[in-house]
Antibody, heavy 118, light 106 residues
């Protein structure tokens, strides 16, 4: 069955970077795109961007341009989302989701809590 | 950027009620709209895609309609498991979620 397993919770200081991983199993990793979505505590869902694991092509929401980088390691079927210059407003649960381009998906990771605090 | 709005932001209802949530896009997105249900501490669950297509395994009391800029999610008879927050998502131009509608117990 399709599974997306994300890395564990992180605590970072303002100005630092965080890299969250999303390990895929149960399907051919390079056949589907990966989207990243975040959710601050008590807030709504925010789409961050998309990556094609086959080509490495990416597309980012304007809000995160210049601060986010999405990459992959096809040999271990893992996608990564790195967010830099962290600030307190980046404290959130970060989700990966499988799909075709930015289309909706029933397959989501369990979420990774990133806390930014001095 | 396409902006998404939802109304109402909160909806109080009783089991058995018919519930309707509206989602509007700032420009036409054709039928490239999805609906998700989310419960606290859980990842979102896909209910509807392409405005009106029911995701496999989702109960038939959920239905979606609309095209262009105005869309609705209808729950025909609210069940105890349906108390949650609902989000619309456009995927016509990259993607963006609506702000959400919380359905709570009246």
């Amino acid at each position: 069955q399709v599974q997306l397993v994300q890395s564990g919770a992180e605590v970072k200081k303002p100005g630092a970077s965080v890299k969250v991983s999303c390990k895929a199993s149960g399907y051919t990793f390079t056949s589907y795109d990966i989207n990243w979505v975040r959710q601050a505590t008590g807030q709504g869902l925010e789409w961050m961007g998309w990556m094609n694991p086959n080509s490495g092509n990416t597309g980012y929401a304007q809000k995160f341009q210049g601060r986010v980088t999405m990459t992959r390691n096809t040999s271990i079927s893992t996608a990564y989302m790195e967010l830099s210059s962290l600030r307190s407003e980046d404290t959130a649960v970060y989700y990966c989701a499988r799909g075709h381009y930015t289309a909706p998906s029933p397959y989501w990771g369990q979420g990774t809590l990133v806390t930014v605090s001095s | 950027d396409i902006q998404m709005t939802q109304s109402p932001s909160t909806l109080s209802a009783s089991v058995g009620d018919r519930v309707t949530i509206t989602c509007r896009a700032s420009q036409s997105i054709s039928s490239w709209l999805a609906w998700y249900q989310q419960k606290p501490g859980k990842a979102p669950k896909l209910l509807i895609y392409k405005a009106s297509s029911l995701e496999s395994g989702v109960p038939s009391r959920f239905s979606g309609s609309g095209s262009g800029t105005e869309f609705t999610l209808t729950i025909s008879s609210l069940q105890p498991d349906d108390f949650a927050t609902y989000y619309c998502q456009q995927y016509n131009s990259y993607s963006r979620f609506g702000p959400g509608t919380k359905v709570d117990i009246k």
